[in-house]
């Protein structure tokens, strides 16, 4: 079937099989920091944001984000150009193998859109459904909170 | 590996209404399925579904205040439950104690509360508050309906949302309050136990009681003796530890691989003790 | 090493890790990122049975699925005993395993694998192979393992180096030192303690995979997730039937490890699948599939028996051990020795012990090396019989250990006893901060105002436990790492390591020990880790080895550069080499004041005059093992009424020598502490009566998330290791040694019952509170 979504900024009209699962298309169309950590939807490593939410692309097939707008990390920054949050993870230590990192930065995008000013609380619930197996999260909670600070600063983009 | 692709789809449909959800799932006789939040249905796909019919965009995502409670559409996502001004306020803040426990946040921005009493996993979370808050379910297939979901759950209700939609969760409206507990392995697992209780006060005395208890491990269901038990007495912590004993005593419950009976028979006691004291603190007792 | 040197370059700081700009991008740097073109699926059939002999394999309706390229099975691969265990050399796991065997050992050994165009008719071939088994009695625990007349788990006769496989005994050690049993018998205090651990799992967030492929001149190619490249290799070959040499492997990003890596599982199967199809092949595990067929904990049950006289000091350590390695031996013997040999130095005042135990086969899922390695076994039952010794005695905890650990200059017999399946190396410790750790971990979590206080919070109590631990570093007389270093003619520099950065931050590392040497920043340092075509020889990043082992490979190889940067610099300037110091990026004259910048230097050496390639390349074998200490302090609070155990705060202080790079060394602790919260609280494989594994998966197999995770303080305590990088030691696996007797203990601190058997699950607590009478 024809699917026509925007995908980091840029619209997609493209054939997709019904089934095909969301995390395969994004892979498909070189999104790999999208990444397979269970096919369940309980680790969040393949976490995108669809219309600003956070979602489980390995549980949702390719035609329901028909019209939608869906961010992997590949839209949020670069090496060169990286998001305050990105830059924010680097500086706190918070990536040690960089497998869970996708993900966790894409919920602490959606955290931080609807909450400048999040308590170490807030952060903790945000990123509970992403699983990390190296850092304890302590860092990664230490690089959402810089990022927050940065952002109160006026420092994002 | 589950994820990668759902092996018999063939078909995709955004349904544009009820009606038109229906006559689409009549028309694959069984090897349809309707598709909301997707958590559930896509975790574990039947092989044999053929057709996958959404029904997000028909209108059904909405949290609204209805004769003093709440009806909440069908497909309304868990968040959007949690960021709705209405649900609020509603049985004493029953809904954020509730929905903050269930799942996860990326989770709760997909699943829907139709999905989650249609799916009514027996260590669920929801299927255990809605019995207890008394909520009513308007389905519409062949017919239309409207039945309690604790009566639902005492007949074959999976038959009837093979071939209904789940329109709209009706919550009656409460004078008084409730608050819900969980046991789980970490802080966001399945339950290894729940209970979801409310209390109302008039003149000193509890007016109502509502006491439900889930993940037994059978689903959630509500004690009517340990409510007798509550309703003219005066609200107090003996009042409370009283019924946590006759809970121990007279609830059933089970082993699985997660817990066994004996300590669900403990613990059921407990969870009802406290989240009766917490409901009565929330409504002012 | 002068400490202002240190404190102006890179060693100490907390640079941009190497590899940081790319993962927080999410550039394709993991090995199934990259696509192949034209590659096909493979899968693997797993065993539905726990014990079964294949009478017959039928293929021909699978080979007949549209897209089905091969099929393995054992009557069509070479036989070849092999371990799937990534070690040195002579390899110390038996040789118990065969690519596909006649006969399946547990639910979900390996059958047969298909190749195929698509991983739908991958699948749909696996439900068409027709396998015939007779299903064969079960041995489902280390105790019906020993029974008499127990099922032989391995009665293949071309298996090698199984301690009494008739027995099921894959390994056995028992070494005495003096007289236990006297001394016991003597003491004036003893205390015990057995305490067992579960099946549980390492869960690295990425799955194993794979990919196979043949380069232009059709050498194969594997691009692995794996932490020992170079075995890998060296396995692949033999177990192939290949030509080493024809064979490349290539370590790119790997997203995790913790010893599942260190294991050769997907990668012969890849191999063979592209060999006899000439096509790429790309496999992956499913999470269920890491769960049941990658590799676990070795699941223990550790007795322990202390003496002490009336001062507190031990006279006597007897430790005993009965290990599971499930269904195949890898790491059987290793785990085994190291449950005594990383314990039983720390407290070195006993002049008596005995360390005894037996590795022995079951149906069940295979074990392997998971960080700790046996460490994290013994220190749980050694850790809380030291409480209740110290009950025993009514002397503090932490006194206790201060009258007990091993100092500077010190040694145990035990090092020269018991190395990685034979003898080890004697050693002296020559560098320790324990006796600090133990004074600031007390100060940070208020030890002496909080413990034995029993806070109470509603149905809460709070209570305080502490535990101490030891690791090595790198593995004696069998490590090798080896590094190139190369200046280019811009004056920057290319660092070429086998060494295996699986997400620990090692690449940084090793770029800092090398900076810091040559005077440089960082960035001038590109690493390249690791390709068995481009990287020197390293044994791989296992036993807390890399930046100690490797580490100095570095540093060998980097002064040797510096050496050579001088000579250059000295016929440009027409000085001695003498005088001349490299500092900031350019070599200066003590004497005249002049200099050249590095990239002067280099381009005189590529271009002008006496061309050479400034180089050197240098290898570090492993003479000593420095260990670093630990000591772990928690706080926890019990749910009297639902034994739910919460861990309030968690505070580590810890001796890694110097910490070359702290936020990394920081990251490891952390991280280790909460997989060992983990292990305490709530992680445990399942098995149904038919030896399958019920929850294969995150949902009903819980890790712990950021909700579970209590205020974390890791505090790195400063010594100096004469031995080490810029005095570096290792930090990866210490911290998972410690949550286990910690939070044992504090529960006992908070409600008065021993925890003994992990997980401490609300049940468990809630029973032992009600067998005490609470």
Not at chain 3, 310 to 331: C, P, R
């Amino acid at each position: 079937m024809k699917l026509l979504f925007e995908l980091n900024g840029v619209p997609q009209y493209l054939d997709v099989e019904p089934g095909e699962r969301l995390l395969r298309l994004l892979r498909r169309l070189g999104m790999k920091s999208v990444k397979e950590g269970c096919g369940t939807g309980d680790c969040g490593a393949c976490t995108v944001l669809v219309d600003g939410r956070a979602v489980r692309s390995c549980l949702m097939v390719a035609p329901q984000v028909q019209g939608r707008r869906v961010l992997t990390l590949e839209g949020l920054g670069s090496v060169d150009d990286p998001h305050p949050l990105q830059q924010a993870f680097l500086d706190a230590g918070a990536v040690q193998c960089g497998f869970c990192t996708p993900g966790m930065i894409l919920v602490a995008y959606e955290l931080l859109q609807g909450n400048d000013d999040p308590s170490p609380e807030d952060v903790r619930k945000a990123i509970a459904g992403n699983l990390c197996r190296c850092t304890g999260y302590v860092k990664i909670a230490d690089a959402v909170l810089l990022a927050a600070r940065w952002k109160q600063e006026g420092k994002w983009r | 590996m589950s994820g990668v692709h759902a092996r018999g789809v063939r078909r995709f449909h955004f349904a544009r209404d009820v009606e038109e959800a229906l006559s689409l799932l009549a028309a694959y006789e069984g090897r349809g399925a309707l598709l909301a939040g997707g958590v559930d249905l896509l975790r574990s796909l039947r092989v044999d579904i053929e057709g996958l019919i959404d029904i997000t965009r028909i209108g059904l995502s909405y949290t609204k205040e209805a004769r003093g409670g709440l009806a909440i559409g069908g497909t309304t996502t868990l968040t959007s439950i949690l960021e709705s001004r209405a649900a609020r306020e509603y049985g004493g803040g029953i809904l954020a104690d509730l929905l903050h426990r269930v799942a996860v946040p990326p989770l709760r921005n997909m699943a829907t509360l139709g999905g989650a009493l249609v799916s009514a996993h027996p260590w669920a979370d929801i299927p255990t508050a809605l019995v207890a808050l008394g909520a009513e379910v308007r389905w519409q297939g062949e017919k239309e309906g409207r039945v309690p979901v604790e009566e639902l759950y005492q007949g074959p209700f999976r038959g009837l949302f093979r071939q209904a939609v789940a329109i709209e969760v009706l919550l009656p409206p409460w004078d008084g309050a409730f608050a819900y507990e969980k046991v789980g392995r970490t802080g966001y697992d399945i339950a290894l136990l729940n209970a979801c209780c409310g209390v109302g006060v008039e003149g000193g005395r509890i007016a109502w009681a509502r006491v439900a208890v889930g993940a037994r491990p059978d689903r959630g269901e509500r004690l009517p003796w340990a409510e007798e038990a509550l309703i003219g007495q005066r609200p107090s912590q003996t009042l409370w530890q009283e019924v946590q004993d006759l809970v121990a005593k007279r609830i059933e419950v089970g082993d699985d691989r997660r817990a066994s009976g004996a300590w669900r028979r403990e613990v059921a006691g407990v969870l009802v003790e406290r989240a009766l004291a917490r409901a009565s603190g929330r409504a002012g007792m | 090493m002068a400490v202002e040197t240190r404190h102006r370059g890179a060693v100490g700081q907390s640079v941009t890790k190497v590899d940081g700009p790319s993962l927080v991008a999410g550039k394709p740097v993991f090995t199934l990122d990259h696509d192949v073109p034209g590659a096909l699926v493979g899968k693997i059939l797993p065993s539905p049975h726990a014990h079964a002999a294949i009478v017959s394999i039928d293929t021909a309706e699978a080979e007949a699925v549209p897209g089905v390229r091969a099929i393995l099975h054992h009557g069509n691969v070479p036989r070849v005993p092999y371990t799937t265990a990534g070690q040195g050399w002579p390899e110390p796991s038996p040789y118990d395993t065969v690519l596909f065997d006649r006969k399946v050992r547990f639910v979900g050994d390996r059958v047969a694998a298909v190749a195929a165009e698509t991983e739908e008719a991958a699948e749909e071939a696996l439900r068409k192979i027709r396998v015939e088994y007779k299903v064969l009695p079960a041995v489902l625990s280390p105790e019906e393992a020993l029974a008499d007349g127990a099922p032989v788990i391995h009665d293949e006769p071309d298996a090698e180096g199984i301690y009494d496989a008739k027995h099921n005994i894959v390994a056995a050690v028992d070494i005495p030192v003096g007289d236990v049993a006297s001394a016991l018998a003597e003491a004036h205090v003893t205390a015990e303690a057995t305490c067992e651990i579960p099946y549980s799992q390492h869960a690295a967030i990425e799955p194993h995979g794979v990919i196979a492929y043949f380069d232009e001149a059709g050498r194969l190619v594997l691009r692995t997730s794996t932490q020992v490249p170079f075995h890998v290799r060296r396995i692949v070959a033999r177990v192939v039937g290949l030509d080493p040499a024809r064979i490349r492997v290539i370590k790119p990003r790997i997203g995790g490890g913790f010893g599942s890596k260190q294991e050769i599982l997907l990668e012969p199967v890849a191999a063979l699948l592209a060999l006899r199809t000439g096509r790429p092949v790309r496999m992956a595990y499913s999470r269920e599939e890491v769960f049941i067929a990658s590799r676990t904990r070795h699941p223990m049950r550790v007795a322990v028996k202390l003496g002490a006289g009336k001062d507190g000091v031990l006279q006597a350590i007897d430790m005993e051990v009965l290990s599971n390695t499930g269904a195949y031996g890898a790491h059987a013997l290793t785990v085994l020795s190291n449950v005594g040999s990383k314990t039983l130095p720390l407290y070195n005042k006993a002049p008596h012990l005995r360390f005894r135990g037996k590795a022995v086969y079951t149906n069940l899922p295979v074990a392997g090396a998971y960080r700790g390695y046996g460490a994290t076994q013994g220190y749980f039952a050694l850790e809380v019989a030291m409480d209740r010794l110290a009950e025993a005695l009514g002397m503090d905890p932490i006194e206790l250990r201060k009258r007990n650990h091993i100092r500077v200059g010190e040694t145990s017999p035990i090092f020269e006893k018991i190395g990685e399946g034979r003898e080890g190396t004697a050693q002296v410790v020559r560098s320790c901060a324990l006796a600090d750790c133990l004074r600031i971990g007390a100060e940070r979590i208020g030890w002496k105002e909080n413990r034995g206080r029993r806070r109470e919070d509603g149905p809460w109590v709070h209570g305080l436990g502490m535990a101490c631990a030891m690791q090595g570093s790198g593995i004696t007389g069998v490590d090798m790492a080896a590094a190139t270093l190369v200046m280019q003619d811009d004056g920057s520099f290319r660092l070429l390591v086998g060494a295996t950065d699986l997400g620990t931050g090692s690449d940084t590392i090793l770029a800092q020990i090398a900076a810091q040497e040559l005077g440089v920043p960082v960035d001038r340092v590109l690493v390249y880790s690791s390709d068995t075509d481009f990287t020197p020889f390293d044994t791989g990043a296992y036993a807390s080895s890399t930046t100690y082992v490797s580490g100095n490979a570095v540093l060998r190889a980097a002064q040797s550069v510096h050496r050579q940067i001088l000579d250059v610099a000295a016929a440009a300037l027409g000085e001695r080499p003498e005088v001349l110091e490299l500092a900031e990026g350019a070599v200066a004259s003590r004497k005249t004041g002049r200099r050249l910048t590095l990239g002067e230097i280099g381009h005189r050496a590529t271009y002008v005059v006496d061309q050479r390639q400034i180089a050197a390349t240098a290898s570090f074998t492993c003479p000593e093992s420095p260990p670093p200490f630990a000591a772990f302090f928690c706080e926890v609070a019990v749910d009297r009424e639902t034994g739910v155990v919460r861990v309030e705060r968690f505070v580590v202080a810890a001796d890694c020598g110097v910490a070359i790079h702290p936020k990394a060394a920081e990251g490891q602790l952390e991280g280790a502490i909460l997989q060992g919260i983990g292990h305490a609280l709530c992680e445990e494989m399942l098995f149904a009566p038919s030896g399958r594994c019920v929850n294969a998966g995150f949902f009903d197999y819980k890790l712990p998330s950021s909700l579970d995770t209590p205020r974390i303080e890791a505090i790195l305590v400063p010594s100096e290791e004469p031995t080490g990088p810029w005095g570096a030691k290792s930090i990866s696996e210490i911290g998972i040694n410690g949550p286990l007797p910690a939070i044992s203990n504090a529960i006992y601190d908070a409600v008065g019952v021993r925890l003994t058997r992990a997980p401490f699950t609300p049940e468990r607590v809630l029973l032992a509170l009600r067998a005490a009478g609470k």
